[in-house]
């Protein structure tokens, strides 16, 4: 690197340090389910707004909200029919305004998700386009079919969700779209839609978002000619490179959206839902012009192993370092079995293929004790790693993924377009259990008589919110206390120093305090020097018991 170079680096990176999501605890609101203000049992903004304090008191620095914008919700938001208003069952425009400043005066971040990669078919744009209005269809990716008729789809490219990702339309076109017919593919190529997308970050960010998740970041740009996929799997591809993934001319538009975003003080930033196949590609999306984060997958996609896990952790960490951007670190969100559940079981010695493929494991019984041991103690070690940690609702209660739903309520379409094999992601998106001995244990305000969108489990009176609050060993109780101690002990600590450690383990030190983490089947002595400053499991002192990890520092 020439001597210029390396300066412009250096400040680059001192002018990165300050910022608030180099480090933030940025918990995800999955709106639907996390509080009902109105009593219609569905998760709204004026039960977000009441809970604010809750999240204040946790800590955290940021929300992400997923999508909330109107929609017919045929994937729960992520089929956007007006990018510009809230979905009258969230509440309104008004609200949204009213939340994103009283999450401000609480010092809470807003960052709500945006859907570039398809619109819903109730969209006007995809309207226009089905009643043949001139042009509209170069908007999103119709093709002729193939076979003598056109009665084929144009390639061989699958759903995400099952099927194929082509439908047929009254006139003999077909349209693409990656997720549920419903969610039609838009054509990045088109100067309507960099445009309009460009318009809409504006419109939010007038309104004081702090920046934006991106869905499906990786899918927006096609190898042009649209070539077959042949055998490569058609979801969130890890291993071969798919025509409809991670296209190098996805970059271009990233760098259109920081540049809209660089206009704003403060600053707004994008975290970038990317599932690509290298920590190389990912850090593709982070370049200094791009993105500001992006999701590491791979941490959420480890069995609970010691040899796994660090090197997950030290891959995610190089790539993130090689451009100068923080790395990010998800044990879970709305689409991925939930964390106690995935450890609940025997771990496999492999990474999982896809967040659709980990639903397969639920073969064997769960043992839920074993799974919120480990899920405690992978709590502490994602708090403890130097960047920005996402913890989606509910893990900071514990719960595990609500496997036994009726069949007749499940609302994903992964359920239906699998042709009723897969049964989706439902069982991660359970309403939330705030108070009370039974159900909607608070979700809903007292007197409703809506039942949640999706029922809760009885069990869930001793995982309620209140209860935790009044236990010192819960959830609840540790989650407090991490986000607190993470600021003092690891916040501006400096980068991971391995350490060795027996098989079975994982230690590292940051500053002046380390992080230990036994994924093993026996107690491991701590160095007589140390004292345990947190602990994954209750009332430790001299060692490190199996699924569990331990904060220490000297002295
Ligand atoms: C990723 C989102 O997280 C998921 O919930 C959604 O179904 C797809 N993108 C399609 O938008
Ligand atoms: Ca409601």
């Given at each position: 690197?020439a001597?210029?170079m390396?300066?412009?680096?250096?400040?680059h990176?001192?002018?990165?340090?300050?910022s608030w999501?180099?480090?933030?605890?940025?918990?995800?609101?999955?709106?639907?389910?996390?509080?009902?203000?109105?009593g219609d049992?569905?998760?709204?903004?004026?039960?977000?707004?009441?809970?604010?304090p809750?999240?204040?008191?946790?800590?955290?620095?940021?929300?992400?909200?997923?999508?909330?914008?109107r929609?017919?919700?045929?994937?729960?938001?992520y089929?956007?029919?007006?990018?510009?208003?809230?979905?009258?069952?969230?509440?309104t425009?008004?609200?949204?305004?009213?939340?994103i400043?009283?999450a401000h005066?609480?010092?809470?971040?807003?960052?709500?998700?945006i859907v570039p990669?398809?619109?819903?078919?109730?969209h006007?744009?995809?309207?226009?386009?089905?009643?043949?209005?001139?042009g509209?269809?170069?908007?999103?990716?119709?093709?002729p079919g193939?076979?003598?008729?056109?009665?084929?789809?144009?390639?061989?490219?699958?759903?995400?969700?099952?099927?194929?990702?082509?439908?047929?339309?009254?006139?003999g076109?077909?349209?693409?779209?990656?997720?549920?017919?419903?969610?039609?593919?838009?054509?990045?190529?088109?100067?309507?839609?960099r445009?309009?997308f460009?318009?809409v970050?504006?419109?939010?960010f007038?309104?004081?978002?702090?920046?934006?998740r991106?869905?499906?970041?990786?899918?927006?740009?096609?190898?042009?000619?649209?070539p077959?996929a042949?055998?490569r799997i058609?979801?969130?591809?890890?291993?071969?490179?798919?025509?409809?993934?991670?296209?190098d001319a996805v970059?271009?538009?990233y760098?259109?959206?920081?540049?809209?975003?660089?206009r704003?003080v403060?600053?707004?930033i994008?975290?970038a839902?990317?599932?690509?196949?290298?920590?190389?590609?990912?850090a593709?999306?982070?370049r200094?012009d791009?993105?500001?984060?992006?999701?590491?997958?791979?941490?959420?996609?480890?069995?609970?192993?010691?040899?796994?896990l660090?090197?997950?952790?030290?891959?995610?960490?190089?790539g993130?370092?090689?451009?100068?951007?923080?790395p990010t670190?998800?044990?879970?969100n709305?689409?991925v079995?939930r964390?106690?559940?995935?450890?609940?079981?025997?771990?496999?010695?492999?990474?999982?293929?896809?967040?659709?493929?980990r639903?397969?494991w639920?073969?064997?019984?769960?043992?839920?004790?074993t799974?919120?041991?480990?899920?405690r103690?992978?709590?502490?070690?994602?708090?403890?790693?130097?960047?920005?940690?996402?913890?989606y609702?509910?893990?900071?209660l514990?719960?595990?993924?609500?496997?036994?739903?009726p069949?007749?309520?499940?609302?994903?379409?992964?359920?239906?377009?699998?042709?009723?094999?897969?049964?989706?992601?439902?069982?991660?998106?359970?309403?939330l259990p705030?108070?009370?001995c039974s159900?909607?244990?608070?979700?809903?305000p007292?007197g409703?008589?809506?039942?949640p969108?999706?029922?809760q489990?009885?069990?869930?009176e001793?995982?309620?919110a209140?209860?935790?609050?009044?236990?010192?060993?819960s959830?609840?109780?540790l989650y407090?206390?991490a986000?607190?101690?993470?600021?003092?002990?690891?916040?501006?600590?400096?980068?991971?120093?391995?350490?060795?450690a027996?098989a079975?383990?994982?230690?590292?030190?940051?500053?002046?305090a380390?992080?230990?983490?036994?994924?093993g089947?026996?107690?491991?002595?701590?160095?007589?020097?140390?004292?345990?400053?947190?602990?994954?499991?209750?009332?430790?002192?001299?060692?490190?018991?199996?699924d569990?990890?331990v904060?220490?520092?000297?002295?």
């Amino acid at each position: 690197m020439a001597a210029g170079m390396e300066t412009i680096e250096h400040e680059h990176a001192a002018a990165r340090a300050s910022s608030w999501w180099q480090t933030a605890v940025v918990y995800q609101v999955y709106i639907r389910s996390f509080a009902d203000g109105n009593g219609d049992g569905i998760g709204d903004i004026a039960g977000l707004r009441s809970r604010l304090p809750y999240l204040a008191e946790l800590g955290v620095d940021a929300i992400w909200i997923n999508p909330w914008y109107r929609s017919p919700m045929a994937d729960a938001g992520y089929d956007v029919a007006d990018f510009r208003d809230i979905d009258p069952s969230y509440g309104t425009l008004g609200e949204a305004e009213a939340l994103i400043e009283e999450a401000h005066r609480l010092g809470i971040k807003v960052i709500p998700d945006i859907v570039p990669n398809h619109t819903s078919d109730q969209h006007p744009w995809f309207r226009a386009a089905l009643r043949g209005a001139r042009g509209a269809r170069d908007r999103y990716v119709f093709r002729p079919g193939r076979g003598p008729n056109g009665e084929l789809p144009p390639n061989d490219w699958v759903s995400c969700f099952g099927g194929p990702a082509w439908t047929r339309v009254a006139d003999g076109q077909w349209y693409l779209h990656l997720f549920a017919p419903a969610q039609p593919d838009l054509n990045w190529e088109h100067p309507d839609v960099r445009r309009e997308f460009e318009q809409v970050l504006r419109f939010w960010f007038d309104r004081g978002v702090d920046g934006f998740r991106i869905d499906v970041a990786h899918g927006l740009a096609k190898t042009p000619g649209l070539p077959d996929a042949g055998t490569r799997i058609p979801g969130s591809q890890h291993t071969d490179p798919h025509p409809a993934w991670d296209q190098d001319a996805v970059h271009a538009i990233y760098r259109g959206w920081r540049a809209v975003a660089n206009r704003y003080v403060p600053e707004r930033i994008f975290i970038a839902e990317a599932w690509v196949r290298s920590n190389e590609r990912l850090a593709r999306y982070l370049r200094r012009d791009e993105l500001h984060t992006a999701f590491q997958f791979d941490f959420l996609r480890s069995p609970w192993r010691a040899d796994s896990l660090r090197t997950v952790i030290a891959d995610a960490m190089a790539g993130a370092a090689a451009v100068g951007a923080p790395p990010t670190w998800v044990l879970s969100n709305h689409d991925v079995p939930r964390t106690v559940t995935r450890y609940a079981r025997s771990q496999p010695s492999h990474l999982v293929e896809s967040e659709w493929e980990r639903a397969r494991w639920a073969t064997e019984p769960a043992d839920h004790d074993t799974g919120r041991r480990r899920a405690r103690a992978a709590a502490l070690l994602q708090l403890a790693l130097p960047g920005t940690a996402y913890i989606y609702q509910g893990e900071e209660l514990g719960l595990e993924e609500v496997e036994d739903l009726p069949h007749d309520v499940r609302q994903d379409p992964t359920w239906v377009q699998s042709g009723f094999t897969d049964v989706g992601r439902d069982g991660c998106r359970v309403p939330l259990p705030w108070s009370d001995c039974s159900a909607p244990y608070g979700f809903s305000p007292g007197g409703s008589s809506a039942s949640p969108w999706l029922p809760q489990p009885p069990h869930w009176e001793s995982h309620t919110a209140e209860v935790q609050a009044a236990d010192p060993n819960s959830f609840l109780t540790l989650y407090r206390s991490a986000v607190r101690t993470r600021r003092r002990l690891w916040e501006n600590a400096g980068p991971v120093e391995w350490m060795s450690a027996p098989a079975g383990v994982l230690a590292f030190a940051r500053g002046g305090a380390q992080c230990w983490v036994n994924t093993g089947a026996d107690n491991v002595e701590l160095p007589a020097n140390l004292t345990v400053a947190l602990s994954s499991t209750p009332g430790v002192t001299g060692c490190v018991p199996p699924d569990t990890t331990v904060w220490v520092v000297e002295g």
